[in-house]
């Protein structure tokens, strides 16, 4: 577990940090008392998810196992502000959080590192805020590229912070973010989504290596089937992949999927190509023409006008009324 500071009435604390506070409504325990044991459980998971989210937006991946070429033990410290009775409709137990924004907490250089595209959604987020956010992003049933099988496994395991059916977690602040309501019934939809995506599988990629400008953590593969997200294993050093850099390669890797279909693949080792390479290559799909353009239109929240009409061609309408149907 990650060090978690605790601090009772230390106004210094307050100055630039978010305030959270974690409401527990028909709780198992005294009013007012959370046990230790829940209190780590709680703790913990929060933590872990807020890391799994951080490295699904940084690196393509939500999963905190393996090796980390940075830090995050400072970006997600959290700090209890105390433990005391509030009265809602309910007498309840709530617990004061206060944790910085990763703005705050990051120096320049891993600010640098992670790259503008990547820190321009993240460095007004907090640990909790981002905890927060996926959980909505569950509740709501959107199929995300900022939600995974890695991720969704710590979301279920934060199940475990509850001691009855009757309980009710509610996550809330002054204002900043719409209070998060949980309760056991999460689970059940976690699993839905966790279902609905597909295992990680072996690929072998015949393609060009592209360095991409604002990332330190993933590279492009560039291959007949179109353009591949790809991030480093464990196993390859980034020095190594370096001599690749706008040459062609042959990669063998692991395919991860995320809740909305899209991928990245996990780059487990690099050859020079050879002869035949390419046949294995022109087996993967990166994307079908029509999950290419939902996917598109969602991130620029537009309505894609050829989305009625996959699976529908050809029909009655002559080749004039099509090319109508596209300029609308």
């Known amino acids: ?28 325990e005294p009013i007012g008392q959370v046990s230790i044991k829940r209190l780590i459980t709680i703790a913990e998971s929060i933590l872990k998810i807020s890391e799994g989210a951080f490295l699904l937006r940084l690196r393509g991946v939500g999963s905190t196992k393996g090796r980390k070429t ?18 809602t409709k309910l007498l309840c137990t709530a617990l004061d959080f206060t944790c910085s924004p990763f703005s705050q907490t990051m120096n320049q250089y891993q600010l640098d590192l992670f790259g503008s595209e990547q820190m321009a959604s993240l460095r007004n987020h907090t640990p909790i805020s981002l905890f927060v956010e996926v959980f909505r992003g569950v509740l709501n049933n959107e199929a995300s590229s900022n939600i995974d099988k890695p991720l969704l496994k710590s979301l279920k395991d934060f199940n475990r912070a509850f001691l009855s059916d009757k309980e009710t977690f509610i996550f809330k602040n002054q204002s900043s973010i719409e209070p998060l309501q949980l309760d056991k019934k999460i ?20 393609g060009l290596v592209e360095n991409l400008q604002y990332s330190k953590f993933k590279v492009g593969i560039i291959s007949e089937t179109g353009r591949i997200d790809g991030y ?20 063998f890797g692991k395919k991860h999927y995320r809740a909305d279909k899209s991928f990245i693949v996990e780059i487990e080792k690099v050859f020079v190509p050879q002869a035949g390479d390419e046949y294995f290559s022109k087996k993967h799909i990166s994307r079908t023409a029509e999950e290419q353009l939902t996917h ?11 989305q009625n009409s996959f699976n529908k061609w050809p029909g009655d309408e002559d080749f004039n009324e099509l090319l109508e149907m596209l300029r609308k």
């Open 1 to 28: 577990m990650k060090d978690i500071s605790t601090t009772i009435n230390d106004t210094s604390m307050l100055i630039d940090n978010p305030q959270y506070e974690l409401i527990i409504e028909r709780g198992s």
């Open 70 to 87: 940075f830090s995050l033990e400072k970006s997600l410290q959290i700090n209890i502000r105390g433990i005391h009775e509030k009265q």
């Open 187 to 206: 689970v059940k939809r976690i699993t839905v989504i966790e279902e609905d995506i597909p295992d990680p599988e072996a690929i072998i990629i015949n």
């Open 232 to 251: 480093l294993a464990d196993t390859v050093d980034r020095d190594y992949m370096a001599r690749f850099w706008g040459k062609g390669v042959t990669i």
């Open 296 to 306: 598109q239109t969602q991130k620029k929240h537009q309505i894609n006008p050829l």
